[in-house]
């Protein structure tokens, strides 16, 4: 019997000894034939024991069976021979069939048997190394290791291992590998152009995927590195690069960061004609992201920094100013008066708001106007003045009656409705809560949910209303001296119709302030129009 090694060495090349690369043949194996036939009928005719299968049952042979499938006789796609079953028959263990099928079968080669052993991520890594693609596989490998350390440090119970990894997510490895090694290519011809496109690609790519916004910010940063040595195209690139990676720090929740990109695009689009992929301007892009961002810093800034908030505002006030965009300006105007209203700046807070009214107006904005009537009325209010709010709101009912606004009308009424109550003219003030309430149904509208929250608040302050009117009447008929005028008011309070016969002429009567010689604690009258300033001093 031949020598057989595991391994080859250098006597063996010499030599020609037979080594694990050599299969031996089945005779080579036991010795010749004889000595295999010896072993076999050695194996299959030891006496069994009771619990064995008959060996009668083990000798029986079962007629040949056909192919159910059915022969491919022709392969000329692996260059094969074709195969030929027929019947199975007693050769098929013979030396010579054996020999055939195993010639038949495909030679697979290394990288073929990996794509079968090997992950796809690591298969598409060993590609990008033996195509030469460095850079491409060690940015492919680094993204796939910050990925797991991120996981790693926040451990088994956070969300980051419900999300799988992207070296499990064959669309986006095939895709992060084509565009890396096109970049990398293109990095070799010195072609900017192209390797901030396939940056650029890649980035708005997993965009869509809320879980990946990581690598958005990522390869925006790279698409902005390689703007900046691109100087044959007026900036253009620079711009939008500063764009969208402001937009992927704001995703973030980084304000401050984003804020800064966005100045360098507000920036680099002043007096530019470019224009979006959907035919907007830039540079109104700009101003709206600048806008947003400084609105959001004002929101995100402490009460106790006043002063910050303010110069934040005032500077999205210019901006939405100079743009002449009334969406971004509206917004801007409101804001700064919030902030002068809470200042204690009343004076520059009114100015603002006028201005924010007469806008909305030139502009027919009227949820803006119903905004700035708001303002002002609550401002005027705190300043006891009345009329000015009242003036204020009757201009907004007339404008959204004239152009047949009907929800911004019903909120006009309610607002009204609200003033005069507070003025005390409760009859004025319940007629308007009136036509706020009914006014789905004075204009007939198909739609009734849009008037929803405003008219039940109408309906609400219908009662109350009601209630101050009435609050006069029925204590001057508490403390009048009229006979059985109690009675009547507490048998009106559990059945409250009829009013006018109940109280009569009870509205003219005034009683006097003392009782039996004694002043009263309190004047319920003057108490009734204001509960906190009606306690009466002693004389």
Not at 121 to 141: I, P, Q, S, V
Not at 162 to 185: C, F, G, M, N
Not at 445 to 468: C, Q
Not at 499 to 509: L, P, Q, R, T, Y
Request: with cysteine.
């Amino acid at each position: 019997m031949n020598d057989y090694r595991p391994f080859v060495t250098p006597s063996d090349v010499r030599n020609k000894v037979e080594v694990a690369d050599t299969v031996p043949t089945q005779c080579g194996r036991y010795g010749g034939r004889a000595a295999a036939q010896a072993l076999v009928s050695k194996l299959m005719y030891v006496t069994p024991p009771s619990t064995c299968i008959s060996a009668c049952l083990v000798n029986q042979k079962e007629p040949p069976i056909l192919c159910p499938v059915g022969c491919n006789t022709s392969n000329p796609s692996q260059g094969l021979a074709p195969i030929k079953c027929d019947y199975l028959n007693e050769n098929i263990n013979s030396d010579a069939v054996k020999l055939r099928l195993r010639a038949e079968l495909p030679h697979l080669t290394r990288k073929q048997i990996a794509q079968f052993q090997l992950p796809f991520y690591e298969t598409l890594c060993h590609d990008l190394l033996e195509n030469g693609y460095h850079y491409a596989f060690t940015e492919l490998f680094q993204v796939h290791v910050n990925q797991m350390e991120q996981r790693r440090i926040a451990g088994p119970e956070s969300v980051l291992w419900t999300i799988p990894p992207i070296s499990e997510q064959p669309e986006k490895v095939h895709l992060l590998r084509d565009y890396l090694a096109k970049a990398e290519a293109a990095a070799r011809r010195r072609d900017d152009h192209t390797v901030y496109s396939c940056y650029f690609k890649i980035a708005l790519y997993f965009r869509d995927f809320p879980d990946d916004l990581w690598l958005t910010e990522h390869f925006f940063h790279y698409a902005l590195i390689v703007a900046r040595r691109i100087k044959d195209d007026g900036g253009l690139k620079l711009a939008r690069a500063y764009q969208y990676y402001g937009l992927a720090k704001e995703a973030q929740g980084q304000l401050e960061n984003a804020c800064r990109y966005f100045i360098e695009f507000y920036n680099a689009t002043r007096y530019k004609s470019w224009t979006e992929e959907d035919g907007t301007s830039m540079g109104s892009a700009a101003d709206r992201c600048l806008v947003r961002i400084y609105l959001a810093l004002v929101e995100k800034t402490g009460k106790e920094f006043m002063c910050e908030k303010i110069a934040l505002c005032t500077k999205a006030h210019e901006i939405a100013v100079a743009s002449g965009d009334w969406s971004l300006t509206a917004p801007a105007c409101l804001k700064m008066g919030q902030l002068l209203e809470e200042a204690g700046r009343s004076a520059e807070a009114i100015t603002f708001y006028r201005g924010y009214f007469d806008l909305a107006k030139d502009a027919n904005d009227y949820i803006n106007l119903g905004g700035a009537c708001e303002a002002l009325s609550k401002l005027f209010r705190k300043q006891n003045n009345m009329e000015e709010a009242i003036k204020y709101l009757k201009m907004f009912a007339d404008i959204c009656e004239e152009h047949c606004d009907w929800v911004q009308l019903c909120r006009a009424c309610y607002l009204l409705g609200n003033a005069y109550d507070t003025v005390g003219d409760h009859a004025a003030a319940l007629e308007w809560m009136k036509k706020a309430h009914r006014m789905p149904t004075y204009v007939n509208s198909s739609n009734p949910a849009l008037f929803g929250k405003t008219t039940e608040d109408a309906r609400i302050m219908i009662g109350v209303t009601r209630a101050h009117q009435m609050n006069a009447n029925y204590t001057n008929t508490v403390l009048s001296e009229v006979r059985g005028a109690v009675l009547r008011a507490v048998g009106w309070k559990a059945d409250p119709n009829d009013e006018i016969n109940v109280f009569g002429g009870a509205a003219s009567f005034r009683p006097r302030q003392r009782f039996t010689d004694a002043e009263p604690k309190r004047d319920v009258v003057m108490y009734s129009r204001h509960p906190a300033v009606s306690f009466l001093h002693k004389n």
